[in-house]
């Protein structure tokens, strides 16, 4: 079935550090990919969406670009924030596989510190 | 504003006891989800619902029951089958089950066995 992987947290940065969080999928049909991001003791908020290959996928200052050849779907930020600390998850939808639609990375924990 | 309402936040539950969690959301979506969060483990599918009066069994269903008897409405009873049953439950929707869209959630309700 569909999957993503996305890197293990926790990863701490200092205010203004460069982030990656590396995130890959496997996929039988053509899917959509997300990144959401959850502040503590809340539900999930669509960060950004690329829905074709070479797709980027921008909002708030995080980048993340559809590399189909790839299968990944990184998420980066040039300056990050302390406002920034959240979980962050990786997902894909894929209806044309006949499995689950959704699914979900396991979540990368951000803290950043001033 | 549309979106998608969970209630209660936070639940007691004491052993052997079913609680039922509230989902309702304005969005004239016709699929719904519930996930199960737990630290380190990301999200898991406990249901899923592609229209009213249908549901399916996701990667955790034991010891949960739902039902989807009005479009906006999809409420997730956790039973006394459940046996470890303190998590934080999401719900979700999307527009059109066949359709590679985002995901809205809500914010969540944090269940606590007592």
């Known amino acids: 079935g569909d999957s993503v992987t996305q890197m293990e947290g926790p990863v701490t940065l200092s205010e203004e550090a460069f982030l990656t969080i590396n995130c890959t999928y496997t996929a039988t049909g053509y899917p959509s990919l997300f990144w959401y991001v959850q502040y503590p003791g809340e539900g999930l908020q669509l960060l950004l969406k690329?829905?074709?290959?070479?797709d980027k996928g921008s909002n708030k200052g995080f980048e993340a670009t559809y590399r189909k050849e790839t299968t990944s779907f990184h998420l980066e930020k040039g300056s990050v924030q302390v406002s920034d600390s959240a979980v962050y998850f990786c997902a894909l939808s894929d209806h044309d596989s006949g499995n689950t639609p959704l699914v979900f990375g396991k979540g990368t924990r951000l803290s950043v510190i001033a | 504003d549309g979106g998608i309402t969970q209630s209660p936040k936070y639940l007691f539950r004491k052993e052997g006891q079913n609680v039922t969690l509230s989902c309702e959301q304005n969005?004239?979506?016709?699929?719904m989800y519930w996930y199960r969060q737990d630290p380190g483990q990301g999200l898991r599918l406990i249901y899923y619902?592609?229209?009213?009066?249908?549901?399916q069994k996701g990667d955790i269903a034991e010891g949960y029951s739902v039902s989807r008897e009005k479009k906006e409405s999809f409420p997730l009873t956790v039973t006394s089958a459940q046996k470890n049953p303190t998590a934080f439950y999401l719900c979700?929707?999307?527009?059109?089950?066949?359709?590679?869209?985002?995901?809205?959630f809500g914010q969540g309700t944090r269940l606590t066995v007592v």
């Open positions: 979700a929707s999307t527009p059109r089950w066949r359709m590679n869209t985002e995901a809205f």
């Open positions: 690329a829905t074709k290959a070479d």
């Open positions: 969005l004239n979506h016709d699929a």
């Open positions: 619902s592609q229209i009213v009066n249908d549901f």
